[in-house]
């Protein structure tokens, strides 16, 4: 009886002990891509635990049998406590390890089914789960247009000549200071400009760290600093953070302050009245600041794919602003998909980081990062 029992526990344990190695490599090479020392890291992991229970017991070799039985057990049973959510993952990447050096003996799709299998039979403790993985791009149906209700719009009057369009606009500086003026209704620049004077009246003073666009004036090619206005507001209508260009040239001469561009106007609904000489604003109930945001936000990635398909894509974020972000969605795009994460809330100068796990088949080798919303 004792040889049948001997037999048996040697016959279980080179399977256990090899579905443990397989899911420790796994998990390892997720983190650390280099194959020596995620080699020697599994050997440790799996060679001490059995050679101190064994021991434990009077008779080596009935504890080396003992350990190398029970330790594998309890490891990848205990593998969701440290790794919630990751057991499977683990042994699908470990089964693709495996067939590195002898070539892939399973399909992926049967390699990962064998592996939900096997996770499926381990009792699962609880545990927190991790992030979820990166999930396709859905593009969103566009935000309805009008506020309900009435009276949700002003009219402002316009002066100008042409297709010239000046309007009253009120601007508010770091320090509270208030400052009314003109500025050109201009539907072709990106960002709202400001010239260097009524900047430094707001209480800005930009720095040579400071951001910087290229953009195209009337007068040829202009690189600008940039800074994040506090408020401003057309007739009752108050914006908050909006990033100021400093332009000169863009004043006409100083017949106005500057200029007032998409970043802005995107988030009204215009009509333009030319027989009152009015604008018609009426704001748009989505507020999505990511013009506003994008040069204010640094953004790097980095990615690895594994031998089971799948793309781990690191993406960090640095806030450069003076003013805090509650949070931005970044796009990752692959060759033929687009997936999404969402960082934040960041606080002024704070760099953030997230990792996604991109599924298999998706190609994204290589890919490209963007933002695609932001919010102060």
């Known amino acids: 009886m004792a040889r049948l029992l001997t037999l048996f526990a040697s016959l279980t344990a080179l399977p256990l002990l090899t ?12 983190r650390h891509p280099e194959p020596i020392p995620v080699a020697l890291a599994t050997s440790f992991l799996l060679a001490l635990p059995v050679l101190g229970i064994s021991t434990l017991v009077p008779s ?15 490891l990848l049973m205990g593998m969701p406590l440290y790794f919630p959510g990751e057991r499977s993952d683990a042994i699908d990447t470990g089964l693709a390890l495996l067939g590195v050096p002898i070539g892939d003996p399973l399909p992926a799709d049967r390699r990962r089914a064998l592996a939900e299998t096997i996770d499926g039979l381990l009792v699962e403790p609880r545990a927190q789960l991790p992030s979820p993985k990166a999930a396709p791009l859905v593009e969103a149906p566009p935000p309805p247009s009008r506020l309900s209700g009435e009276g949700d719009q002003v009219a402002l009057p316009y002066e100008g000549r042409g297709h010239s369009l000046l309007i009253p606009v009120t601007l508010e500086g770091a320090d509270g200071v208030i400052i009314e003026t003109e500025m050109l209704f201009d539907t072709g620049a990106t960002y ?3 010239d260097h004077s009524t900047l430094r009246r707001l209480g800005y003073h930009l720095p040579s760290s400071a951001p910087s666009i290229t953009f195209q004036t009337a007068n040829g090619e202009s690189t600008s600093k940039l800074a994040v206005l506090d408020r401003l507001w057309l007739g009752g209508f108050e914006v908050e953070g909006v990033t100021i260009a400093a332009c000169d040239s863009c004043t006409s001469g100083g017949e106005h302050a500057g200029l007032l561009g998409l970043n802005v106007s995107s988030r009204f609904l215009i009509t333009l009245d030319t027989a009152r000489r009015e604008v018609i604003l009426e704001p748009r109930t989505e507020l999505r600041h990511h013009l506003d945001v994008r040069p204010w936000l640094d953004l790097h990635g980095k990615g690895a794919t594994w031998p089971d398909g799948r793309t781990e894509v690191t993406i960090t974020a640095h806030n450069q602003a003076e003013r805090g972000l509650s949070q931005a969605a970044v796009e ?25 796990s991109i599924p298999a088949p998706a190609d994204c080798d290589p890919f490209t990062i963007d933002l695609t919303s932001g919010t102060w």
């Open 19 to 30: 579905l443990a190695a397989l899911a420790l490599a796994g998990v390892a090479a997720v």
């Open 332 to 356: 990752v795009r692959c060759d033929r998909e687009r997936f999404e994460l969402t960082l934040g809330p960041f606080a002024p100068g704070e760099s953030l980081e997230t990792q996604a």
């Open 192 to 194: 709202t400009t400001l």
């Open 60 to 74: 080596r070799r009935v504890g080396l049998l003992l350990g190398a039985n029970l330790w594998p057990v309890l």
